[in-house]
Structure formats: C-alpha cells, structure tokens
C-alpha cells in the first residue's frame, strides 16, 4: 500500500514528554489513546485497489481498499456519495481515497472517511493536460474565434454513429429543422488511437465541403475524454478552415477541444443548437417580417391617397389666378413701403446736408486765415520782444565776463610793471634758476613787447 498524508505537527519540534501510562490500559483508555494518535495524522491519500464495494440500504457506501500486503475499511457517508464519486466503484477499480482515519471503538477496528475517490493516475493526467494547455497557451491557439455562420448550407458532425452524442444531435434536429443537410464523419471517441482517429475524421469532414465542423460526443470519466486532450486532435481543429464548435462531455468537462475550439457547447444537444437554424423561429420571423411589411406598404399607400385628396381640393390646383392677385397686393404694399422708405432716406440725407453746410460755414478758409493772421501778428511782437531780452541779458553776461577775464588776464599783471621769462623756445615760463647757465638765451614778455637776452651769470638765492 502506497499512503500519502499531510503532517499535522509541521517543522520537527522539540521532543515532548509522553504521558506515563498506567501499569494496565482499559479497553477505551486504549482506544481513545489510538483515536488520538490517528486524529494526529489529519487528512490522508491512500492507493489501493477496490474490493467488495456495496452500498447500503442507509445510502453509505462501505468497500475495502487492499494491495498485496494489507487491506483497510473505507466508508462513503450518504451526504458526500455526491460529490466523493463521480462514478460508480467496481471491483478491482485503481483508485486514490481522500480522507480521515477513524476508529471505531464498538468493533476495535479503523477505517477511512472518504470524502473524494478518484482514479489512480489522475494526478499525471491532469499535470500532462496543464502542460498541454499552457504550450498551446503560448502558441495562441486558444484565443482565436472565429464567428459561426448562422444559415450553414452544410454540417460536419465529428463523433461515433452508435454514440448516444449524435442520437442526441439528430433529435436535436429534428425538433429544429428536419433533414438539416448534416454529414458525419464517423470516428471512434475513446480508446486506442482515438486522438488520431478523430483528427482525420475533422480532416475528412472539413474537405467535403462544409460550413462549420460539430466535433462531439457524450459525458465520461477524464480517461474516457482524454482523447480530446490530445495534441493531434487540437492541431486538426487549428488547422481547419471553416470554424469549429466543441460538444464534448458535460457542461463540467473541459478539455482541450474545448479550448481550442472557435465555441464551446456544453452538450451534444447543445451544439447542435448552436449550429442548426431554428425553422420555427425563421418561419415565425418571416410571417412577421411580411406583416410589417405589408402594413408599411398600405400606410404609404394610404398616405398617398391623403395627399391626393389634399391636392385635389387645394386651392392652387382649382384656380390659380388667386396667386397673382396675392402677388399685386403684396407688390402694392411693398412700393409704399419702398416710397415711404425713398421719403425718410431723403429727409435724413437733407439734414445731413444741412448740418454739414452750418459746419463748413463755421471752419470756412477766410475766416480761418483771419483767425491765423490775428495770431500771426501777436505772435511776431511777442518774439520780437523776447528777442530784444535776450539779446539784452546776452550783452550783459558778456560785458560781466569779459570784466572778469580782463581782472585775471596775464597782460594786465604785465601792465603793472611786472615781465615773464622764458628759456628761448620754451612754452613754459621760468620759476627757478635751476637748469640755467652762462650763455643761455632768455626771452622775456613785457607788457608791450619783447625782449631777448644772454645769461652772464647765474647766482642761486642763499649762497
């Protein structure tokens, strides 16, 4: 027996004093003591082989679960038969029981409370289908939809002729539309070579000319659907050219069909929903399309019929000479209109004109050369006296001026007796005897010429 269990204690703890156990165990102190020790194991998975299953009159199921070594009671409550099995268990059934361990004190024996049964194996199925599913994930062939025709002029069914899948689908059509055109592609659905079988049979069908390809078959265990979990029947339904629906099993199977499909059905009938015309339906909206139609038709023509009889007895069709008398009346009101119009514009340009005269008398050229030459004249004065002023305070600055350069002016310190000397050539008068020798030529300024000189001697102040 292979047993797989979760660890209720988790991490290895420390190790824990165990209580001392009397010198002798009473039939229950033993047996609650196994009770615990069991409880501690929580939920386990044992594999084993079926034997003996029966259901009781209660609704509980009880089998044994045994390999070659050893054998242990299971019991199925009838509240969890539902959803522990998902069918019916046979004798020498590989299976895989979930559950608890329980003791049963009355009999001293153990057993399983199993809340879930399933095939031995499931497991690595279900892994290789997520493998599956993710590498046709990665290559996008699960998003593609393309749109079912919704009047197809033919019908591909993918499934097996004795399967209960095209009984259903037939009758589905039936009740739809009799005699549909559908052609079946016949291929086993479970088995050896099942995959291959039915991807040549979606091959087939899809050459033959159809407009949607129906791949279905009835409900099964995950074994018995497993063919539509493979490889070669995903590629078939990538590679076909007209769009595909999926019927496969249950609406709680899914499998790859499924996914890979342009739209999934939940059953055989349900497919065939999806891909025949509803004649009822079409008939119905046809009646009801040529009732519309037909009231449309004798709304318009009663329409018309108004609009003649309006025409009829309109005015303008019985004498049309009461237009012109409108259009005379109407060409009599507007030329009073326009006269009185003529009248006013006249008017108001007249005391326009009137106004502009008044103001050009008032702006004439005489009066404004007049007006100019009185100002002229007054203007002239006025500068020809400010300019007399001027002209007198000018005199008088330049008269002070001169009085003051006259005061500092060299030549009337050279009138008081007093002379400059400067070395012959130089522009710069002498204030030293430095620099002077015998022989040297001087010129000296006086107030009323000139005079030039030779030095003799030079004798410095002090010595």
């Not at 069918?87 to 004190?105: A, C, I, N, T």
Request: charged fraction near 30%; glycine fraction near 8%.
């Amino acid at each position: 027996m292979h047993e797989l269990f979760d660890s209720p204690d988790g991490p290895e703890r420390s190790p824990r004093r165990e209580p001392v156990p009397p010198r002798a165990w009473s039939v229950s102190q033993l047996t609650q003591r196994i009770r615990g020790l069991l409880d501690g194991l929580g939920r386990v998975s044992v594999e084993g082989e079926v034997s003996g299953g029966r259901p009781a009159a209660s609704g509980h199921v009880y089998f044994d679960l045994k390999d070659l070594d050893a054998k242990v009671a299971c019991v199925i409550w009838r509240s969890a038969v539902a959803t522990a099995l998902r069918q019916p268990l046979r004798e020498g059934d590989k299976v895989v029981v979930h559950g608890k361990l329980e003791v049963y004190g009355p009999r001293g024996g153990y057993q399983i409370i199993v809340n879930k049964v399933e095939p031995a194996g499931l497991g690595t199925l279900l892994a290789q289908l997520e493998r599956l599913k993710q590498d046709l994930k990665e290559r996008g062939w699960l998003d593609r939809r393309r749109p079912i025709p919704a009047m197809p002029e033919r019908i591909g069914v993918v499934t097996s002729r004795d399967g209960a899948a095209f009984q259903d689908f037939l009758r589905t059509r039936s009740l739809r539309w009799p005699l549909y055109p559908v052609v079946l592609s016949h291929t086993p659905v479970q088995g050896a070579n099942a995959a291959q079988n039915i991807a040549a049979a979606i091959r087939r069908v899809a050459a033959s000319g159809v407009d949607v390809v129906v791949v279905t078959r009835g409900g099964g265990s995950i074994e018995d659907l497993w063919a539509f979990n493979e490889l070669a029947v995903a590629e078939a339904i990538w590679d076909c050219p007209v769009p595909v629906v999926s019927g496969v099993g249950h609406e709680t199977d899914t499998t790859l069909c499924d996914l890979v499909a342009d739209l999934r059905a939940h059953t055989p009938t349900d497919a065939a929903t999806q891909v025949i015309p509803d004649r009822r339906e079409l008939v119905d909206a046809l009646e009801r399309g040529e009732g519309h139609l037909l009231d449309a038709i004798e709304a318009q023509v009663e329409g018309r019929r108004e609009r003649l009889e309006r025409a009829a007895n309109s005015r303008v069709l019985r004498d049309a000479h009461w237009i012109l008398d409108e259009r005379r009346e109407r060409l009599a009101r507007l030329e009073q209109v326009l006269s009185a119009s003529v009248r006013a514009a006249g008017a108001r340009v007249s005391s326009r004109l009137a106004e502009l005269r008044r103001r050009l008398e008032r702006r004439s050229p005489a009066q404004e050369l007049a007006r100019r030459s009185a100002r002229l004249d007054v203007a002239g004065t006025r500068l020809q006296a400010g300019a007399k002023r001027s002209l007198e305070s000018a005199r008088r600055d330049v008269e002070g001026l001169a009085g003051r350069l006259a005061a500092l002016s060299p030549l009337a310190v050279l009138a008081r007796g007093y002379s400059i000397t400067f070395a012959a050539g130089a522009k710069t008068p002498l204030a030293s005897v430095e620099g002077l020798s015998a022989g040297t030529l001087l010129e000296t300024r006086l107030a009323d010429g000139r005079v030039v000189s030779r030095v003799s001697d030079v004798t410095p102040d002090g010595r």
